[in-house]
């Protein structure tokens, strides 16, 4: 059974930053495309960002690219997202997921895993 230990979340003002993580055990982790999905309150539920299973490629939702990145450090099976100009727009639930097929572009292809991090921007 996987099991993730999320961390990082919290509230920041606008145009600040925070770096979500999650540390996945209980799977192969480089058998995986990680992922990093967020959900609002009131909105559906958005594919932000992914990254395949060696690192070398990466996804980024139009309304992140240039202020997120992810990566990934395998040694220690572990999933980045530095999240960096915040907006109030970015509040939501973020998740991390994994993706064991296919392309990591495919985002029905993603289990989410763990709880979930609250990320709440103020104004």
């Known amino acids: 059974q996987v099991q993730v230990v999320e961390s990082g979340g919290g509230l920041v003002q606008a145009g600040g930053s925070l770096r979500l993580s999650c540390a996945v055990s209980?799977?192969?982790?480089?058998?995986?495309?990680m992922g990093w999905f967020r959900q609002a309150p009131g909105k559906e539920g958005e594919f932000v960002s992914a990254?395949?299973?060696?690192?070398?490629?990466?996804y980024y939702v139009d309304s992140v690219k240039g202020r997120f990145t992810i990566s990934r450090d395998n040694a220690k099976s572990t999933v980045y997202l530095q999240m960096n100009s915040l907006t109030p727009d970015d509040t939501a639930v973020y998740y991390c997921?994994?993706?064991?097929?296919?392309?990591?572009?495919?985002?029905?292809?993603?289990?989410?895993w763990g709880q979930g991090i609250q990320v709440t921007v103020s104004s």
């Open positions: 997921a994994g993706s064991a097929r296919g392309s990591y572009l495919t985002p029905t292809f993603y289990y989410t």
């Open positions: 209980g799977r192969t982790f480089t058998n995986y495309h």
């Open positions: 990254i395949s299973w060696r690192g070398g490629d990466t």
